[in-house]
């Protein structure tokens, strides 16, 4: 969740590594991450469909007007005959709607994960709240109804309880369904982490219900910013802060030590409950937490809440969303906060390198640029660094190679209107050319074979594309669905026809790099090497070692074949770890990457 607000974003400020302890598990490093939307992934259950009450309370405030389940496999600007009853137009339409998706839906697709070489998710928010993302929340310690298959016997069973006892915390059929996902991921091998929106939470939550009815009588008083209590007498009325404004989100209060005690105690307690459920060890909770808008929330509060998770699970892991420069981030991952973050100065330079045309950095700026990114807070947080190419918060990778030249995306806060459809009718929101898919491969293949941990968000790998948020949450292409074309703008105007449908090329390609990646330790958590920066020719070369293990990379960004030759080739050692063959010199195709090693396996 970020602000969609322009942001003066500082200019990319780097400052030397330095010795550190590393504080980072080891899991997690070099781990391949996969991000899902738990709304558009997939529906498991449809008896578990969202009803429109369901969304009281969430943007744009209509739980009245005709309302269904979308169609999964619709055009995405086509207004369905029930949307075209409110007289509203896309946007206003596109907030409304839910596609089912649900925990079962992501039990059911492990495998496809697996097969595709995951190795842990991160779940955007999945406990109870009214939005289709699920950041204005109703608690921490009970997951949406509706994405369990009770929906209405757990509503039930949840408004009978006192929230503020855990030890009297029921566990709802949604709440059980969470256990057996995570039993699911842990049989196959793999980590799963959850969403915390610890900042605030939704207006309909059970504190800022009980607070907005009984002012100054509540229970949950001192729980948040409250600026004036409604009093008939001297004419007062109930103001509060919410986050960035937003009235639906209530901001908890804090003082010098960060969220105030009566929060702060039932964040910890939901903490622990999703980390040891049941107080059956923690090897059957969650491996970890990615922390919503981390910069909201003053340092006291996270370090204390470090030591609670560590306490739990030494090895749980910390990611926290930030999209700041080093000098900003540094605090952050001290060691005594979090382990890394989602990677967006990564997907900065990934983006001004391989996305941008005329507008391009250099070779060399760009490898310079890594490195000091790459030195900034140690090794052990390098390569747990989420190295992210898009996320639910910026536009999809299949759509940012279809739009070249534009703003830059580290220039956040204009990038970010600039690339919603919404605010830029000029923005490309067509599927990408077979052109600009070979780009989207390239970047891939970097991704994966760089040093820290790739995460791909889901559908990238199917060949979705979209313009920013809401555009970049469309639900799952799956191979076995068949899909409406795309033909509709949003002004409901219509384009000729862009087919949806899987692209198996483009998913083989995802997984035949992953695959190489979970073989090769070097590819891993190896150390990095530059071995090579033609500016001239667009070609960077790498090297990634690990012991006597040994794999050579090298990408031509050019339009143009480019011969490679290096004196590390001339002793015969490296061989294409696809084709086998000893490559002494070689010629590496536009657009293309090479992958060479001193270890071949069968």
């Known amino acids: 969740m ?125 406990f109870w709240a009214p939005s289709s993302h699920k950041y204005d929340a109703l608690c921490y310690h009970h997951v949406d109804p509706s994405f369990g298959p009770d929906p209405e016997g757990d509503k039930k069973i949840i408004m009978n309880e006192d929230p503020l006892n855990p030890e009297k915390w029921v566990w709802t059929k949604a709440d059980l369904l969470a256990l057996k996902l995570i039993d699911e991921v842990h049989k196959r091998k793999m980590y799963i982490i959850f969403d915390g929106v610890f900042n605030h939470l939704g207006v309909n939550s059970f504190a800022f219900r009980d607070v907005e009815e009984k002012q100054e009588k509540s229970a949950y008083k001192d729980w948040f910013m409250v600026d004036s209590w409604r009093d008939a007498a001297i004419g007062s009325k109930f103001e509060y802060q919410g986050w960035f404004g937003v009235k639906t989100l209530p901001e908890f209060k804090e003082d010098e030590n960060g969220i105030v005690s009566g929060p702060k105690k039932y964040i910890f307690d939901a903490t622990k409950r999703w980390m040891n459920p049941m107080n059956k060890g923690a090897q059957y909770g969650i491996d970890g937490w990615r922390l919503d808008v981390a910069y909201c929330i003053a340092h006291p509060f996270w370090k204390d809440w470090r030591n609670e998770v560590k306490s739990i699970n030494s090895e749980a892991y910390l990611t926290a969303e930030l999209v700041d420069p080093i000098d900003k981030t540094k605090p952050y991952l001290n060691g005594d906060e979090f382990d890394a973050t989602m990677n967006y100065n990564f997907s900065f330079l990934v983006h001004d390198f391989f996305v941008q045309d005329a507008k391009g950095i250099s070779v060399t700026q760009f490898d310079t640029q890594l490195k000091e990114l790459r030195e900034g807070f140690g090794e052990g947080v390098a390569q747990n660094m989420q190295n992210l190419v898009g996320s639910h918060d910026a536009t999809r990778i299949g759509s940012a190679v279809a739009n070249p030249d534009g703003k830059k995306f580290s220039d956040w806060g204009a990038y970010f209107n600039w690339s919603q459809k919404s605010n830029n009718i000029d923005y490309n929101a067509r599927k990408p050319t077979d052109k600009q898919l070979e780009k989207q491969k390239l970047i891939a293949a970097f991704q994966i074979l760089y040093l820290g941990s790739p995460m791909i968000y889901y559908g990238d790998e199917a060949c979705m594309w979209g313009s920013n948020d809401p555009d970049c949450r469309k639900p799952m292409v799956w191979s076995d669905k068949e899909y409406d074309s795309e033909t509709f703008n949003p002004n409901q105007s219509k384009h000729e026809a862009d087919k949806v449908d899987f692209n198996s090329d483009l ?36 090297s990634r070692k690990l012991g006597n293990q040994e794999v050579i990379v090298i990408i ?24 086998k063959k000893v490559m002494k010199k070689l010629v590496v195709k536009p657009m293309d990457v090479v992958v060479l090693s001193n270890t071949i396996f069968k």
């Not at 600007?77 to 596609?99: A, T």
């Not at 090497?529 to 020719?537: Q, R, V």
């Open 556 to 579: 031509n960004r050019s339009d143009k074949n480019i011969d490679f030759t290096n004196p590390i080739l001339k002793k015969g050692k490296f061989r294409d770890v696809f084709t």
């Open 2 to 126: 970020t602000k969609k607000i322009t942001i003066c974003l500082l200019f990319l400020v780097f400052i030397p590594s330095f010795a550190q302890t590393d504080f980072t598990p080891n899991w997690s490093k070099g781990v391949v991450w996969y991000q899902i939307f738990p709304d558009r992934f997939h529906n498991g259950d449809p008896s578990n469909d969202p009803k429109v009450e369901d969304q009281d309370g969430a943007y744009p405030f209509d739980s009245t007007s005709d309302f269904q389940i979308h169609p999964w496999t619709s055009d995405w600007y086509e207004l369905k005959p029930y949307e075209k009853k409110n007289g509203k137009d896309i946007y206003y339409n596109l907030q409304r709607r839910r596609y089912g998706g649900d925990l079962q839906g992501v039990i059911d697709k492990l495998d496809y994960l697996q097969s595709l070489g995951i190795n842990a998710i991160y779940m955007n928010p999945i």
């Open 507 to 542: 998913f083989e390609w995802y997984k035949k790099f992953i695959a190489l990646r979970n073989q090769y330790e070097a590819i891993r958590i190896g150390n990095f090497t530059t071995i090579e920066t033609n500016d001239a020719g667009k070609t960077y070369a790498f």
